[in-house]
């Protein structure tokens, strides 16, 4: 599979290039920053320079010709304001998705938030429009014609992955690994499985494959 990933710098998109490209996919990082292409091309994965603040969803569906698909995993970071969370967390979640369907690719996983829907529309706070991003990326993505799967990890950690997962419409709080989270993301891709579900995830008992394939939420 050839599959590109926006925020390809991100710590979870570097540990599912690295994934991809162990077992023979082609990984392609989309960046900003061209000072991140070393990184990526250190865990196998191809990078490709584009700001997704910047650029048309139709010139995005021409560098994605070939690809078969594509993953969110960007964001704006955490000490950026509210006005990014809403231009990269949800705008460019849209754009990809609508470069998707222009370019004929169907495949799309979004890596989310956690009670993304729970935040409150009316809170100028960071965090609450961090939520409503999420939320408004996701319901966006859902209306697309695509494949989707939409990913809600807790809260991410650096620990080793343990291969081991809780999924469900709504895990309660918990952490989980950013090991897990591509793992999660990988197999989703290479197997086919998490269509059209939305869920959250956390750390657990089931092995990742085996999780995804009765997630139906």
């Not at 023979?24 to 700001?51: F, K, S, T, Y």
């Not at 955490?78 to 004929?104: E, H, M, N, P, Q």
């Amino acid at each position: 599979m050839r599959i590109a990933i926006a925020g390809g710098h991100g710590k979870i998109a570097l540990i599912l290039q690295k994934l991809l490209s162990e077992a023979g996919h082609e990984a392609i990082g989309l960046i900003r920053n061209p000072d991140q292409a070393g990184d990526l091309l250190a865990v196998g994965g191809i990078p490709v320079v584009l700001d997704l603040e910047q650029i048309s969803a139709e010139t995005l569906a021409t560098d994605l010709a070939g690809v078969d698909a594509v993953v969110f995993a960007a964001g704006a970071g955490a000490d950026s304001g509210a006005a990014r969370k809403l231009t990269v967390d949800r705008d460019a979640a849209v754009l990809l998705a609508d470069a998707a369907v222009i370019a004929d690719i169907r495949r799309y996983v979004m890596i989310s938030a956690m009670s993304a829907d729970s935040f409150e529309p009316d809170s100028d706070d960071v965090f609450q429009v961090y939520l409503r991003a999420k939320s408004e990326a996701d319901s966006a993505v859902r209306q697309r014609d695509l494949d989707w799967t939409i990913i809600r990890p807790g809260a991410l950690t650096d620990d080793p992955g343990t291969g081991l997962v809780h999924l469900a419409e709504s895990t309660g709080r918990g952490s989980i690994p950013r090991a897990d989270v591509a793992q999660l993301v990988y197999y989703s891709l290479v197997d086919g499985v998490g269509l059209h579900a939305q869920f959250e995830a956390i750390e657990g008992d089931d092995p990742v494959a085996e999780a995804l394939t009765r997630a139906r939420y």
